[in-house]
Nanobody, 119 residues
Framework: QVQLVESGGGLVQAGGSLRLSCAAS????????MGWFRQAPGKEREFVAA????????NYSGSVKGRFTISRDNAKNTLYLQMNSLKPEDTAVYYC????????????WGQGTQVTVSS
């Protein structure tokens, strides 16, 4: 089992940048495939980005590709999401999530961190 805690959210103007962090507990962080999701009020949670256990492979939603970068530091048990060229449409609660390599669903979730992008 892994516990996840997001941080780094806040208020930023359109065009600005923000870096989110997700701290994971335990010593088995590298066993998990990690992802970022977001949810705006009244909308369903949507996929943002994912990264493989070793960090070599990444995947992004079309709406963020080229602007966001997902990365991980397994030695620090930390997942990151660098967000550049932010748009008001990026406003949402951002969640990090983890799944075992053999799992088909993300079983572990953080509490979320609010990102607000003003016009």
């Amino acid at each position: 089992q892994v516990q996840l805690v997001e941080s780094g959210g806040g208020l930023v103007q359109a065009g600005g940048s923000l870096r989110l962090s997700c701290a994971a507990s335990g010593r088995a962080f590298s066993d998990y495939y990690m992802g970022w999701f977001r949810q705006a009020p009244g909308k369903e949670r949507e996929f943002v980005a994912a990264i493989s256990r070793g960090g070599s492979n990444t995947n992004y939603s079309g709406s963020v590709k080229g602007r966001f970068t997902i990365s991980r530091d397994n030695a620090k048990n930390t997942l990151y999401l660098q967000m550049n060229s932010l748009k008001p449409e990026d406003t949402a609660v951002y969640y990090c999530a983890a799944r075992a390599a053999s799992a088909r669903l993300y079983d572990y979730w953080g509490q979320g961190t609010q990102v607000t992008v003003s016009s």
